[in-house]
């Protein structure tokens, strides 16, 4: 993370190095990188020293990401060009939250959604309670406290031994997120989904999410040796625990996995056990990420109208 004079601000690189060497997932310092972003170019346009800030300070950036509108992002294509030859945004988009009339799930919103105001607000929490145990800088407290009482919760699950009421303590600003409704696609708007996609390959990947409800990110760094044909089984390392773990396909994920394979090493595909199982279509050959799979599951969705996404692709035969 830089300043505007583009060099590397020292308490967040710090910070960050601090969740490298706890061994957390690649994202999880970019995630926290964005948020501890926002928050410092905050302070930047009042002036106010990150170690000066007060509880009025996070209050008012609290208030500011509730009313603010998201920044729009350039498209990747039309970065370095002059205004006048980026394209107008295309006619005929929904309006920004409003239900899509294929699936009824919303759109992404302009403002902040309460999930990224309380990932916001956690990360800052943090960020400063490190700083307050390393005494860096004139830190004297933290701007984004803990309520000062202790809020009681009636649970009387399995995970807390049967108690009716545990304390938990929350963050003084941090938003309520609202519970989402599980969703799920039916099987004829599956089957046109899949009929919308373009190669074996991503027949394959779609067929294997279905099948085992991986994430997208846990599926698309399997190796080739991890897709176990005689077991009808795919390896894949879980996100957080970092724990290998076997997961059950189907016989006709299979069968789209061999044809993709096929094809794919009669063009020059890299082949051994410890190469990614998954690659992209065209030369140079790269290893298929997520952003790329995500536009391949777009392009099936702007056939029908709809907004289906992979977590709610993945969790349809679990529903």
Known sequence: ???????????????????????????????????????????????????????????????????????????????????????????????????????????????????????????LREFYNFHLDESTGSLLVNPFPLVRGRRLSQLGTQRDGGKKHRNRRTGLYRPTVPQRVPR?????????????????????????????????????????????????????????????QDLAATPDAFVWLRLYQESAWKKGVPRGRHHPLWWTLRRPWRPLEYDAARMMFNRANDLLGANWTFTICGTRRRS
């Open 184 to 244: 799920r696609i039916p099987d004829e708007m599956y089957a046109k989904v899949f009929a919308g996609l373009r190669s074996h390959r991503d027949r394959a990947l779609l067929a294997f999410w279905v099948a085992t409800g991986a994430r997208a990110e846990e599926l698309l760094t399997v190796k080739q040796g991890g897709a176990i044909v005689g077991e009808q089984t795919v390896s894949v390392i879980r996100k957080g625990t970092r724990d290998y």
């Open 1 to 123: 993370m830089l300043d505007g004079s583009g060099r590397p601000v020292a308490p967040v690189a710090l910070y960050l190095k601090e969740l490298i060497a706890r061994d957390s997932s690649p994202l999880t310092p970019r995630s926290y990188g964005m948020d501890l972003l926002r928050w410092f170019r905050f302070l930047w346009a009042l002036g106010i020293e990150w170690d000066r800030a007060t509880r009025e300070d996070a209050r008012d950036f609290m208030l500011w990401m509730k009313v603010a509108d998201k920044p729009k992002r350039l498209h990747w294509r039309h970065r370095g060009k002059a205004l006048s030859k980026i394209p107008p945004p295309r006619s005929g988009r929904p309006a920004p939250g409003t239900p899509n009339p294929v699936t009824g799930k919303p759109t992404v919103g302009a403002k902040y959604s309460p999930a990224t105001r309380a990932h916001c607000e956690t990360v």
